[in-house]
């Protein structure tokens, strides 16, 4: 499976709509997210986890570069059981795990464990989404040895703390930043929210971007015309890789020997920057394998 941490776009696809399931070969996204949660009516919901098993199974035969997960319904749902046996059974790589806390994560992992023999490379991928969920995310990154990532979820957690979302952000942004520390400390995959207004690119670069520049590993997309942009941003740029190539270059045949200072076009270059040039390169040269 493709690490959750290079993956830059997932993009959600509601499994009540076929017409969207079709779709999905022949997108760019790297990671499928197939809801069976917030985007599928009560009324649809058995009919949803049908469709999954359904074209579904042959949608991941279609598209297998792609990571695919399965949005569940939350564990103490009534829902919850059969959805996480249904993902296990599309060999998905693993599930989006709504409103959680360590609790809904160790239920979780108890499913999975008592539906697959082996379930080593199945991954869980917390929602957090309220706040608690934010304000212990610490115990639950750490709640079970399946969560490789976490997805942060806006809507429901402005809806939890009782505001108003902005244009700003503001309101979300230390949740966003400290579900990215969370994240960084045990090196898993950050994923962000979903941008709503899909008929504003620009809007979406801007947010993508400051995501990014918070740490954040990945974004989350509904409709089919974000994928590109948010590929775009978490894509280092020509002058970013050709910049970086210059550091590691002079590092290693320069600065290295006394762990000491360079200069490089006038500014100093020490052993943090180095290295944060040589991930950025690491990081680039595996999305190539990935496409070749
Ligand atoms: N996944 C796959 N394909 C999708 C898609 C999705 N999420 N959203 C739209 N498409 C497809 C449509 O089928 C259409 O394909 P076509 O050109 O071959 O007919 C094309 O992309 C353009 O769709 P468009 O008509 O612009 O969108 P829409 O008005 O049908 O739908 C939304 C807009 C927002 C209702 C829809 O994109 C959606 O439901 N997104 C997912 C929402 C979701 O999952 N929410 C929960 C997570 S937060
Ligand atoms: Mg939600």
């Avoid at 749902?77 to 059969?82: L, P, Q």
């Avoid at 934010?134 to 809507?155: C, D, H, L, M, R």
């Avoid at 990081?283 to 990935?290: F, P, S, T, V």
Wanted: net charge neutral; glycine share 4%.
């Amino acid at each position: 499976m493709n690490d959750i941490s290079n993956c830059r776009s997932f993009l959600y696809v509601p499994c009540n709509q076929q017409k969207y399931m079709e779709k999905i070969p022949s997108t760019t996204c790297d990671a499928v997210i197939f809801d069976l949660e917030d985007s599928v009516r009560l009324a649809d919901k058995k009919q949803a986890r049908k469709n999954l098993l359904g074209f579904g199974f042959e949608i991941v035969r279609k598209a297998r570069e792609k990571v695919f997960l399965v949005r569940v319904n939350a564990v103490d749902s009534t829902f919850a059981e059969d959805d996480i046996r249904a993902a296990v059974s599309l060999k998905a790589d693993g599930i989006v795990l709504p409103k959680s806390t360590a609790r809904q994560v160790e239920s979780a992992d108890t499913i999975i464990q008592n539906s697959v023999d082996d379930g080593q490379d199945f991954v869980i991928i917390p929602l957090i989404e309220t706040a608690l969920g934010v304000q212990t995310i610490w115990e639950t990154v750490n709640a079970s040895p399946k969560v490789k990532g976490a997805q942060f979820g806006a809507e429901d957690f402005t809806r939890d703390i009782q505001v108003e979302r902005t244009a700003s952000g503001k309101e979300i942004e230390y949740a966003r930043n400290r579900m990215t520390i969370a994240c960084r400390a045990k090196n898993i995959a950050a994923i962000d929210t979903p941008f709503a207004n899909f008929k504003d690119p620009e809007g979406l670069a801007e947010d993508t971007r400051n995501v990014k520049s918070m740490g954040m590993t990945g974004k989350t997309c509904i409709h089919p015309s974000q994928i590109d942009v948010v590929n775009s941003v978490f894509t280092p740029s020509e002058k970013e890789v050709s910049r970086a190539r210059k550091i590691v270059n002079c590092w290693e045949n320069h600065g290295s020997i006394n762990d000491g200072v360079i200069v490089i076009e006038g500014e100093m270059v020490d052993r943090p920057i180095y290295q944060r040039a040589k991930n950025l390169l690491e990081k680039y040269n595996k999305k190539k394998e990935n496409v070749v």
